[in-house]
Antibody, heavy 120, light 107 residues
Framework: EVQLLESGGDLVQPGGSLRLSCAAS????????MTWVRQAPGKGLEWVSS????????KSADTVKGRFTISRDNSKNILYLQMNSLRDEDTAVYYC?????????????WGQGTLVTVSS | EIVLTQSPATLSLSPGEGATLSCRAS??????LAWYQQKPGQAPRLLIY???NRATGIPARFSGSGSGTDFTLTISSLEPEDFAVYYC?????????FGGGTKVEIK
């Protein structure tokens, strides 16, 4: 079955760190760019960070630049998001998403999401 | 940053009626625009990519049009399962951005 499965969401204090994972199955993971998108409670979708198929290039939103790092392990079919210096405004459901074709950044496969809550 | 403005914010319609959703970009995104549907508690679902192409498994009642700065998602005849929130998203340049969404609700 073609799917993405996120994990790692938790309750964390402001200033803390968390690492999210996204396990891919059912497709050739190394052929596709991948992306993290988040959604704050009751709000719309916000792009967070993207990585090319090989992992050689990454892009991140200004709101997370310098704090979040996207990476991937193509041997394990896993996408990661290392989140440091977390803030209240990072509270959201985090989705991983697959590019619909190689490095074309619209997303035809999404995980179910993992909730990150930043609160003291 | 390219800002995507969706209108209306809410559309109140009855099953069987047609729906027209708009997405306007602050500068040209060529045809690099996608539409998603999201239901409560679910992940978004890709409907249309590159402005006019239906994603795999998407019914023919969904269609997309437009290029440059003005785009439209049309649902020809609403089915009960179509009541949801719809987002547009561009991939023209970094940063990627999403529109604020249009909620299609049952009248």
């Amino acid at each position: 079955e073609v799917q993405l499965l996120e994990s790692g969401g938790d309750l964390v204090q402001p200033g803390g760190s968390l690492r999210l994972s996204c396990a891919a199955s059912g497709f050739t993971f190394s052929n596709y760019a991948m992306t993290w998108v988040r959604q704050a409670p009751g709000k719309g979708l916000e792009w967070v960070s993207s990585i090319t198929d090989s992992g050689s290039s990454t892009k991140s939103a200004d709101t997370v630049k310098g704090r979040f790092t996207i990476s991937r392990d193509n041997s394990k079919n896993i996408l990661y998001l290392q989140m440091n210096s977390l803030r209240d405004e990072d509270t959201a459901v985090y989705y991983c998403a697959k590019a619909y074709r190689d490095d074309r950044y619209s997303f035809d496969l999404w995980g179910q999401g993992t909730l990150v809550t930043v609160s003291s | 940053e390219i800002v995507l403005t969706q209108s209306p914010a809410t559309l109140s319609l009855s099953p069987g009626e047609g729906a027209t959703l708009s997405c306007r970009a602050s500068q040209s995104v060529s045809a690099y625009l996608a539409w998603y549907q999201q239901k409560p508690g679910q992940a978004p679902r890709l409907l249309i990519y590159d402005a006019t192409n239906r994603a795999t498994g998407i019914p023919a009642r969904f269609s997309g049009s437009g290029s440059g700065t003005d785009f439209t998602l049309t649902i020809s005849s609403l089915e009960p399962e179509d009541f949801a929130v719809y987002y547009c998203q561009h991939r023209s340049s970094w940063p990627l951005t999403f529109g604020g969404g249009t909620k299609v609700e049952i009248k």
